[in-house]
């Protein structure tokens, strides 16, 4: 304890031990939540036999799959043709063209009886295509019929392409729609020779009028594509069975979800550090903002770390307790001592913000066989449980608060577990109930005898004045505070009163107020030594009228140093022993300096003051005042409120000028707080009272 202590008071101003112990408590999360995110994987390769069933630890899409089907829908959808309706008013225009330009020809070379001339006047009307159609002689038995014939052969003809070209025709439908063209011209009354003419150049005139549209074809397989749902590997969903054989598909999705040890990802690795970032900075802010004190964080931090990382391996001891698959022992960690003992030994707010630290950390540390990182149950269970255990110690810390905290604490573990198993309307036997809740009592149970247990450790170890050691301290069957009552109980009563000041004016300025009052009941323990030479002891006369100055002031210098020397020997804490040696501060003792100046010459005013140290904190310059204003008042033959007031701030000001505040963080503001404080509280003890007459008693006759 002895090398803690002496460790610790040579670096606490050491601001690099500050940094270490932030890293180190970083190091703490990553390496213990590491093992518990990092998927386990198995060394499998392609068409072996699987020796155990696999399910997937994460959700995510299947992309290769995915693509696959999608260009399968997209092969499957058939190209989209577009109906031309034109192409059927255009045919039939041509034919109905060609078949016109015949009779105008007829009629222009009626006199012509010579054939190639005929053929040239109608090669100069007609597309040069339209010959490749039709042999001279054709053309020719064509440009000879009559006209009457050539007018049913144009009607007919016309009839044809309007009803065939109405009507999809695709490339591959071709043939099959010229072939209509015969059916339609089946029953012209038309020479044979003639028909057979036009039956060809109707056929020529029926062309395909769909055409393929690629812009609504892309749209239509962009539509099957969509219409492809992504193929995801669900979290937990079994990949392969035991005993499976492993084809590449399977072993293509043990690979995508990061199951094959020849997967060296690094993304579990980066989102843990990430996760641990977060849960860092809250603590960095909580000891800046609420527990930044230059000479102590240090300490404190290394505390919390220690406690931290106590609370971290119970988590792991437990974790390897034998689980089933209705419950996690998750539910037995006394996650509550951790926040109890921060909340004892260093800040109610730190606690509360490392209860949601310690839930986060618990849910990814029992999250075996669960779906995703983190355990929902064992996270709502362990912060309840945490919070009710920082929560419940709010004002009095005694040993026995700490049990009815522990029991408090099991009392809501009880009904947290109720709440999860009812909502989860899971059908458990007496059995699984009775496990259930036994789990969450022994947590609360184990919760109190560890905060028990370790509490003086803490104290011991890092020399740490709780608020529950205080209290033990205030506790009047402690041996010096008997000693006091039963040697100086003019002494006693003096530092009661002091007590109650001091608390008073310490709790109005923020300081320490439960240390102020604990620290008044000793700060007067020298007294013990030598009681009678002090007033408020003293009955029937004072012995300093028989003794010279010098004396008088050595034995009352002396109270101070005899009792730093009785403080050390029961082992009280430093904070009590330091205002013991600082309440006087280096004032000066009038009464006797002003004595020994009326009976010498010369005196030094050094050889009549305390030996000091001055008051180096809030609480020891606090009760300085509150000492002297008490004796002071308590000197007054009729204290009114006015003269209360008058003396309290004279004496401040008698110590502002002595410089009795210099090495101290008090403010003038501050010692404003403290002197209304003090009238206060002196005028609720030196009220006006009642004057009753004398009533004499006259006997009954």
């Known amino acids: 304890m002895e ?116 053929i040239k006047k109608l090669k100069e009307r007609l597309p040069q295509e339209w010959f490749t159609y039709l042999s001279e002689d054709e053309w020719i038995r064509l440009l000879t019929a009559k006209s009457e014939e050539i007018r049913v052969a144009k009607e007919a003809s016309v009839t044809a392409v309007h009803s065939i070209m109405n009507e999809p025709i695709t490339q591959e439908e071709l043939q099959k729609a010229k072939m209509r063209v015969q059916n339609e011209l089946k029953y012209v009354m038309l020479p044979s020779s003639l028909k057979d003419i036009v039956t060809k150049l109707t056929k020529e005139a029926i062309i395909p009028n769909v055409i393929y549209d690629r812009a609504a074809t892309e749209e239509k397989r ?23 054989f492993i084809t590449n598909e399977i072993y293509h999705q043990l690979k995508l979800v990061g199951l094959l040890e020849n997967d060296h ?35 404190y ?58 839930s986060i950390c618990g849910s990814v540390i029992f999250n075996e066989g669960m779906n995703g990182t983190f355990h929902a149950s064992i996270a ?10 920082s929560l419940f110690l709010q004002k009095e810390l005694r040993k026995a608060k700490i049990w009815q905290a522990g029991f408090f604490v099991s009392f809501i573990n009880i009904v947290v577990m109720l709440a999860m198993i009812l909502m989860k309307n899971g059908h458990y036997s007496m059995m699984e109930m009775s496990m259930f809740l036994l789990m969450a009592l022994a947590s609360g149970f184990f919760s109190a005898i560890f905060t028990i247990g370790l509490l003086p450790f803490f104290e011991a ?11 033990e301290l205030s506790n009047p069957n402690h041996p010096l505070l008997r000693k006091i009552l039963t040697e100086a109980p003019g002494t006693y009563h003096h530092s009661i009163m002091v007590a109650n ?73 430093k904070e009590i022993i330091d205002i013991a040696e600082q309440h006087h501060g280096t004032t000066l003792l009038k009464y006797f300096y002003h004595k020994a100046t009326q009976q010498m010459d010369y005196v030094l005013e050094e050889e009549f003051r305390y030996p000091g140290p001055k008051p180096q904190t809030k609480e020891a310059a606090v009760i300085s005042i509150a000492d002297s204003v008490e004796a002071a008042v308590r000197s007054l033959a009729n204290p009114s409120q006015e003269k209360i007031e008058k003396l309290v701030r004279s004496i401040i000001a008698d110590r502002l000028q002595d410089n009795q505040f210099n090495e101290c963080d008090i403010t003038l503001r501050e010692l404003e707080l403290v002197a209304k404080s003090l009238c206060e509280t002196l005028n609720g003890v030196f009220h006006s009272r009642i004057e ?3 009533i004499r008693k006259e006997k009954v006759k």
């Open 501 to 573: 000041l001091a608390e008073a004016a310490c709790e109005a300025i923020g300081a320490n107020g439960l240390l102020a009052r604990v620290a008044c009941y000793y700060h007067d323990i020298g007294k013990t030594k030598r009681p009678r030479y002090f007033i408020e002891n003293q009955i029937g006369g004072n012995p300093h009228d028989q003794l010279s100055p010098q004396l008088s002031k050595n034995i009352i210098i002396a109270h101070v140093t005899d009792g730093v020397s009785i403080l050390k020997k029961y082992r009280m804490p």
């Open 380 to 389: 709502v269970y362990l912060l309840t449980s945490a919070l009710a255990g």
């Open 222 to 244: 962009r539509q099957a594509m969509d219409e492809v749902k992504p193929v995801k590997i669900l979290q937990g969903q079994i990949i392969v069975e035991e005993g499976q």
């Open 265 to 299: 990802s690094i993304q579990p690795f980066i989102g843990l550090l990430l996760l641990v970032i977060l849960l860092i900075a809250p603590i960095i802010y909580g000891f800046t903002r609420w527990i930044d004190d230059g000479q102590q964080t240090n300490t």
């Open 3 to 118: 090398r803690i202590r002496f460790f610790l008071e040579h670096v606490k101003h050491v601001r690099i031990i500050r940094y270490i112990l932030f890293t180190f408590l970083a190091l703490l999360m990553v390496t213990v939540l590491y093992y518990h995110v990092k998927p386990q994987q198995y060394s499998i390769r392609p068409f072996d036999i699987s020796k155990e069933t696999i399910r997937s630890p994460i959700t995510i899409e299947d992309k290769d799959t995915t693509e696959k089907l999608k260009k399968e829908a997209a092969e499957k959808v058939t190209d989209v043709y577009t109906l031309k309706k034109e192409y059927a008013e255009n045919r039939v225009d041509l034919i109905s063209s060609l078949f016109t330009t015949i009779l105008d020809i007829q009629e222009e070379t009626g006199s012509l009886k010579n054939d190639s001339e005929i």
């Open 301 to 358: 931090l290394l505390i919390y770390v220690t406690i931290f990382t106590i609370t971290v391996i119970i988590m792991e001891l437990i974790r390897l307790l034998p689980e089933s698959d209705t419950f996690s022992t998750g539910y037995l960690v006394p996650v509550a001592f951790g926040t109890m003992l921060t909340r004892i030994l260093l800040s109610e707010r730190l606690a509360i913000m490392t209860s949601v630290i310690y």
């Open 461 to 471: 170890s890092f020399g740490i004045l709780s608020s529950m050691k205080l209290i």
């Open 692 to 694: 009753y007459p004398d």
